[in-house]
């Protein structure tokens, strides 16, 4: 009679050593990461209570008793969030976040810029005015900083509802005071709210049979706008197609999406990566696309969702991409209300590429570097087609990819 197979003692024996060492490994790596950020937040304490104590035995000046230690709180948390050196977080505080909630019914209207907060003036930073906005129309640039509204420092009126009252009824004016780059004296413009249709896409044939298509920006519009385009460059003998997103600041994510879609085949588009997730969230196309070759033109002002735009579609190699790498903005932001009504406006999450590339701080690397300097950089919107080094570069590359040299 064959004896029945078992565990021997000593194998069973050896089990219990290997579980317990790799139990008390994990514990200790575990308790010792927890002591050392007990260490830094016993540190950051102390820091704060020697802070306290020498303004107590040596500041000459009263604090407000109103408003005085809410303001030093306030002071605290934002100079937490700054010390994360993270451009896009900061802090709102009672009286920003709670304006936040002002609602505007359907007759209010923009003045047709995208914005951000600015963590230097703590005002509204003009990342891009949209083509033929009444704020572009007004002379208002990227790179503007609005810091006074109808006369009111956007500070002190609170940056959320600085915010709001940009929009208004059709008609109605409103005057901004803005600091612009290079100019010593602040600016005033006075604008007037008036509706339009973003001109995000913008297209033309070009060399017979290769199309041409700036996106300014992703927005609502920007589908239907770049479906129009395609259908037209496509009656007009298109074989080719030039996508150019140069200083395309972003925009709506959903957008970018639903133009990927359109012309990449099945596969990820973009992942998102949470802190608050196990894994990651793919974004996927389907099967329809666009069957012919494709150069996308990219810069260094490519930033946000305008960069997902090109690394889908250098990863899965769909386009070749030329130009310079991107500016590298490659999270996104939300606002977490606090339990005392303030709130922190915080980069929750981060793009991954469908390579697996996480881009923030580093941007997104054409196929084919070429810069395009700084004079014709300024005067980008009326540079020929001869003039343009990136377009020329495009033209080459492309006619490449169709068989043409």
């Known amino acids: 009679m064959k004896p029945r197979k078992g565990v021997r003692i000593g194998t069973v024996f050896f089990l219990i050593v290997v579980t317990a060492f790799v139990s008390a490994a994990a514990t200790y790596y575990y308790v010792s990461s927890l002591v050392n950020d007990l260490g830094r937040n016993q540190t950051m304490y102390q820091k704060l209570d020697i802070i306290n104590q020498v303004i107590s035995r040596n500041y000459i000046l009263s604090i407000d008793a109103v408003d005085g230690y809410d303001n030093i ?7 937490y969030i700054q010390g994360l050196n993270d451009s896009s977080s900061y802090y709102l505080n009672e009286k920003n976040y709670k304006s936040a909630s002002i609602t505007q019914d ?21 990342d891009f005015a949209k083509y033929g906005s009444p ?20 500070t002190e009126d609170g940056y959320k509802k600085a915010v709001s009252k940009l929009s208004g009824e059709e008609g109605s004016t409103v005057n901004l005071t803005v600091v612009r780059a290079g100019e010593s004296d602040l600016l005033s413009f006075t604008v007037t709210r008036t509706s339009f249709v973003p001109e995000t896409v913008q297209y033309r044939l070009i060399e017979n049979n290769i199309g041409y298509i700036y996106i300014n920006e992703f927005d609502r519009t920007t589908l239907t706008s770049f479906n129009v385009a395609l259908e037209d460059l496509t009656n007009k003998g298109a074989k080719g197609l030039i996508l150019d997103v140069r200083f395309n600041s972003g925009g709506d994510f959903d957008s970018v999406i639903d133009v990927l879609d359109r012309i990449m085949p099945s596969g990820i588009i973009v992942s998102i990566r949470e802190k608050s997730s196990d894994g990651l969230t793919p974004y996927f196309s389907d099967d329809k696309n666009i069957s012919y070759p494709i150069v996308v033109i990219q810069n260094e002002e490519t930033s946000d969702v305008a960069e997902v735009f090109s690394a889908a579609l250098r ?38 590429t469908p390579g697996g590339e996480r881009f923030n701080g580093v941007g997104i690397a054409p196929n084919y570097v070429i810069t395009l300097d700084d004079a014709k950089a300024e005067r980008f919107e009326d540079l020929s087609i001869e003039e343009d080094d990136q377009l020329q570069l495009a033209l080459t590359r492309l006619k490449e990819l169709m068989g043409m040299q």
């Open 73 to 79: 709180i306030d002071g605290i948390a934002a100079g």
């Open 106 to 126: 359907s007759t209010h209207i923009g003045i047709g810029i995208v914005y951000s907060y600015d963590t230097g003036t703590g005002g509204i930073a003009v």
């Open 135 to 154: 704020a572009r129309l007004a002379g208002i640039e990227k790179g503007d900083v609005i810091i006074e509204i109808n006369g009111i420092n956007v």
């Open 315 to 352: 990863d899965t190699e769909k386009a070749t991409i030329v130009g310079t790498t991107t500016k590298g903005i490659g999270v996104g932001q939300r606002d977490i209300p606090l339990s005392d009504g303030t709130a922190l406006h915080l980069s929750t999450y981060e793009y991954v």
